[in-house]
């Protein structure tokens, strides 16, 4: 785990942003999740062949789910149970990008793995990798954090490149691709997309940070020492707000580490006494239960929902196999079947049509149909039962 100087109390950090005068009231701001649980999730344990032990590894996964392993003993297939090796090669991290397949760094070039065999990649013509360099996709959209220049890349085709940002590390980027974050060695900086650019900010005088992350919707999280942190960016003001990890959190939450699931749209934040998920952006906060040392981890990430750790000898997967359910793709269409006769603006029951109101209301929802007293009229369940709802909820609600 890397280790910052101590900064001193969180409230004295946002006193430095330039030009911003702040209230006592303000000082003492801290943000609080609006709805917080604690979760069971599955978790399954699968054993690491030699080749893959003790060392840090990755994994990537496509839209259908299937996921790959990998580090410097090779890179290897997870199935039901076991993972079973594709290729000897090492590889030091790998992303997948819509419709082109898993990008690989190769540690002096990047890889394109097709599902075959390893093909070269024609971004080898202007990146320059090394073993340490780090990736990150959304769909069609990555970026490479190479040797000379990071580089943004949409589809393949490139689109810009910021020499400043080279051998930047922690690289996330938001659910709508609007907002890349990252610690370059200058410090945090964030990318925002207007029209077909992006628009660097150098963070490094706003505040000093360990990790930054924006997998939620144009926010920037980070771990100022061990203290959690939002930007808020409201009227041209800049503020940089403590967070709590519970809903009766009298002090700010001291986190270790946070684990970014961009795909899901989670974060996972490690803390002395367990492990927290954040998601809806940050309105929920869902301690999670792990039987595992986390303190001696080999590495840890976040993929399809699901929180993975690797201990030198196994790994585990606290969370649902597969892909995440989401909103867009499952529950919208399970709610316009069973839910949407009634549950509309006007309707007869409170409206529960969108994203937001789902979420805000999931939990009693559940509740609902374990105990048969909704569809109100008696209407058999089509497409889905509470076990969908269960689920979308343990895969992190995705939108
Ligand atoms: C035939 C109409 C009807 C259908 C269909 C229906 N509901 Fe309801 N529901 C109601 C009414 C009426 C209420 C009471 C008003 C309110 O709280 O919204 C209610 C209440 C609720 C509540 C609030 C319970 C509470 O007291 O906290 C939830 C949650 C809920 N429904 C979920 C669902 C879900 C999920 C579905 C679909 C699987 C569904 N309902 C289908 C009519 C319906």
């Not at 003790?54 to 993972?83: K, M, P, R």
């Not at 684990?259 to 954040?278: M, Q």
């Not at 989401?326 to 529950?331: G, R």
Request: net charge negative; glycine share 10%.
């Amino acid at each position: 785990m890397r280790q910052q100087a101590l900064l001193g109390a969180a409230f004295l950090l946002y006193c430095s942003c330039g030009g911003v005068e702040e209230s006592p009231s303000e000082e003492n701001q801290l943000l609080i999740p609006e709805q917080g649980d604690s979760l069971e999730l599955p978790s399954q344990t699968f054993p690491l062949d030699q080749a893959l032990q003790n060392q840090s590894l990755w994994g990537a996964s496509d839209s259908s789910g299937a996921v790959l392993i990998g580090g410097t003993g090779g890179f290897y297939q997870l199935g039901d149970t076991e993972l079973t090796q594709l290729g000897t090669q090492s590889v030091y991290s790998a992303i997948h990008i819509s419709g082109q397949g898993f990008l690989f760094n190769m540690g002096d070039k990047l890889s394109i793995w097709n599902g075959n065999k390893l093909l070269d990649s024609p971004l080898n013509q202007f990146v320059k990798v090394s073993q340490d360099s780090e990736m990150a996709a959304l769909g069609q959209l990555f970026v490479v954090a190479g040797e000379e220049a990071l580089f943004i890349f949409d589809g393949g085709q490139q689109l810009l490149q910021f020499s400043e940002l080279a051998a930047s590390k922690s690289l996330s980027i938001d659910t709508a691709g609007q907002l890349i974050a990252g610690l370059s060695p200058q410090g945090p900086f964030l990318l925002r997309k207007q029209g077909d650019k992006y628009q660097l900010q150098m963070l490094a005088d706003e505040i000093s940070m360990s990790e930054v992350f924006s997998v939620f919707q144009g926010q920037a999280i980070g771990l100022s020492d061990t203290q959690m942190m939002r930007r808020i960016e409201q009227e041209g003001r800049v503020r940089w707000l403590a967070m709590a990890l519970g809903k009766d959190a009298s002090a700010p939450a001291i986190a270790q580490r946070i684990v970014p699931d961009t795909d899901s749209r989670a974060l996972w934040i490690f803390t002395p006494s367990g492990v927290t998920r954040l998601v809806d952006q940050g309105r929920r906060a869902s301690s999670v239960e792990v039987s595992m040392n986390l303190q001696n981890l080999n590495s840890a990430f976040g993929l399809n929902g699901a929180l993975w750790l690797n201990d030198g000898l196994n790994l585990t997967r606290i969370g649902n196999p597969g892909p995440a359910v989401s909103f867009a793709t499952t529950i919208l269409a399970f709610h316009e079947k069973n839910c949407a006769r009634c549950h509309v603006p006007g309707g007869l029951g409170r409206s529960l049509q969108n994203y937001s109101e789902w979420v805000e209301n999931i939990d009693s929802a559940i509740e609902q149909l374990d105990q048969g007293t909704m569809p109100q009229d008696g209407a058999a369940l089509l497409e889905g039962t509470v076990e969908l709802l269960r689920r979308w909820r343990a895969d992190g609600l995705r939108p």
